[in-house]
């Protein structure tokens, strides 16, 4: 019931007086628009700095008690806090009133006195506060209270007043802080702006989004989809995003592809290296992934949203571990970033994996997406075919376990590595093997079955004496030996640990010749063990691993050969008198 309404029903003088009393103590209205031209009624009101809800500490920390929903931005940035910073040494209490924008002005709260536009604007004024930096902004509040429709002795006595903007029109809180926000996009780091514009993406926007089968985000049948995505923008924003003949600029083609990477991937580890970070040499496989992001989206539909509301936080924790699609997102994601140091280091991928070893044992899965990556970059349709195949396998596994909760309680029978052989077999099927060799042949078995997960690869895709002196060099590595791995070994040759752990000493065998000693045997049954315990017992080879004829004297004058200055006929004749 309006107010006019109750005066108008009020019965008695003491009624009115009592209504009169219970009104709240707000300020004159000030009507405010966001950035999409919606208007919005609020009220000025003061509001002692200690009462204000805001998402971040002073020191750049989430507030648990915020609704987080509400903030848009990474205030956690050292960009933010620099802001926070300057707001606080240099406050223009003018620019902190009456803006007519919901994006500027005095912050706007909510009923519950959370910041829902200008967190960054409160944390500075509460910081000047702080620091002492606040008495002109406090004294100008108290000059202009009555401009404001707020009686000054409401300001003098508080000890930090603060001019808000108290939100009266009822809204879809999320939404409006996000629209309030969109004038600061221009201000936001590109991967802030990605997760903003990867909320804005719906499910029926996604069904559109169809770039060519390389990627191409420009293709005639994405233009929907292109479309749909300046629409939800806004046309504030969407104005600046197109030539004047209306063709897609650069900062838009830039904008979908961080969107998209955001909404199908979720990780801000992989779009802060698109969208801040961008190699040259990795454009094809950020293209490729931009082909298989519809497939990922379904994914996560498929795996995640219906079954986060049924289960508890334990039972996600359990699901993050363990579930196929998680799987896949971090396998992906962390060959792309082997890929990405390699190039950063100039290193060979080789050697990136190698370091990596050093500290915990790559998943295999990483290592056979990083090489078909580092062997397929020039090819962003093949890469994408691999992707777009990995994820829609993965998505047939999960609606085939009722939203992957057999998977998640470890129920599910496929793996990754099953998943992966599928689709190294399916590219194999349509004639890719003969233009970039078989796609995970170290997963799925490929020439050499008994070697290392990774290594079956790259001796295949050798061109020359530099590839396999690295390739040597992975291989003989000595590493502390991964006590669990030998337990396991011991476990089914049914040999003390101390044996075989000798043995591997004896033969420099490192952690990942012993996990290929594991899969080779574990493939030919107990036939297999008890020929590495029959080695074991004769101080033989690894029978696995015995078609290179590595032997302790070899590897170290191939090595030796390998770090001196000598033409490449000296080393190859050095190596043959061995």
């Known amino acids: 019931m309006s107010l006019s309404d109750q005066v108008v029903m009020a019965t008695s003088i003491e009624t009115l007086i009592e209504l009169l009393k219970n009104l709240p103590d707000y300020g004159r209205v000030s009507y405010v628009v966001t950035a999409k031209g919606d208007e919005v009624k609020t009220a000025f009101d003061i509001v002692d700095a200690s009462a204000l809800l805001v998402s971040n500490t002073l020191d750049g920390k989430i507030n648990p008690d915020y609704p987080q929903e ?32 919901s994006s500027h002005g005095a912050p706007i709260i909510g009923e519950d006195n959370a910041v829902e536009s200008g967190n960054g604007r409160t944390m500075g004024i509460i910081k000047a506060y702080q620091d002492g930096n606040a008495d002109r902004y406090r004294e100008y509040l108290i000059e202009h209270a009555t401009e404001f429709g707020i009686r000054p002795e409401k300001v003098e006595s508080m000890t930090a007043p603060v001019l808000v903007r108290r939100r009266l029109t009822k809204v879809d809180r999320v939404q409006f802080a996000k629209d309030s926000n969109i004038s600061d996009l221009q201000e936001m780091a590109a991967s802030e702006k990605a997760f903003v514009d990867a909320d804005s993406i719906t499910p029926a926007m996604m069904a559109l989004f169809n770039p060519s089968e ?35 600029t650069r900062q838009l083609v830039d904008r979908i592809q961080n969107a998209i990477f955001a909404k199908a991937y979720k990780d801000a580890r992989l779009v802060r290296m698109v969208a801040e970070e961008p190699d040259p040499d990795m454009r094809n496989v950020l293209t490729a992934l931009n082909a298989a992001a519809n497939d990922f989206v379904q994914m996560q539909a498929l795996s995640g949203e219906a079954h986060k509301q049924a289960v508890t936080t334990i039972v996600d924790g359990i699901e993050t571990a363990d579930s ?25 991928i080789t050697d990136v994996i190698a370091q990596g070893d050093m500290f915990s044992e790559t998943a295999p899965e990483v290592k056979a997406l990083a090489l078909f ?36 309680f470890g129920g599910g029978d496929v793996s990754l590595q099953d998943i992966l052989r599928q689709v190294s077999q399916e590219l194999e099927y349509e004639g890719m093997q003969g233009i970039s ?39 003989s590595r000595t590493d502390p030996q991964d006590e669990q791995l030998v337990q396991v070994l011991a476990h089914f040759v049914r040999m003390p640990v101390a044996d075989v752990k000798k043995w591997c000493r004896l033969f420099g065998i490192s952690n990942s010749l012993l996990r290929g000693l594991l899969n080779h045997a574990s493939s030919l049954g107990r036939d297999g063990f008890d020929e590495i315990a029959q080695a074991i017992k004769n101080g033989d080879m690894p029978p696995a691993i015995d078609w290179f004829s590595i032997r302790p004297t070899r590897v170290k004058a191939f090595l030796s050969a390998a770090h001196s200055a000598s033409p490449l006929a000296e080393m190859v004749q050095r190596l043959s008198l061995i």
């Open 373 to 408: 990556i580092v062997a397929n970059n020039r090819s962003a349709k093949r890469m994408a075919t691999a992707f777009k195949l990995m994820a829609q396998r993965i998505n047939d596994e999960l609606q085939h376990q009722g939203q992957a909760l057999g998977d998640m």
């Open 214 to 248: 390389s990627g191409d985000l420009l293709s005639r049948s994405n233009d929907a989809f292109i479309r749909g995505f300046m629409t939800q923008v806004g046309a504030t924003q969407a104005a600046g995003l197109v030539t004047e003949d209306g063709r897609p």
């Open 70 to 101: 509400l903030q848009p931005r990474d205030r956690t940035r050292a960009s933010s806090l620099l802001q926070v910073n300057q707001i606080s040494k240099d406050l223009r209490p003018a620019q902190l009133t009456d803006s007519g924008l």
């Open 324 to 348: 196929l699609d998680k799987k896949a997102l971090a396998a992906l994601k962390d060959a792309v970033d082997l890929v990405r140091q390699s190039k950063e280091s100039g290193q060979h």
């Open 437 to 475: 060799g078989g796609l995970f042949e170290s997963v799925s078995g490929g020439s050499y079955n008994g070697v290392a997960p990774y290594t079956s690869l790259l001796l295949h895709r050798a061109s020359g004496i530099k590839d396999i002196i690295h390739l040597i060099r992975l291989l």
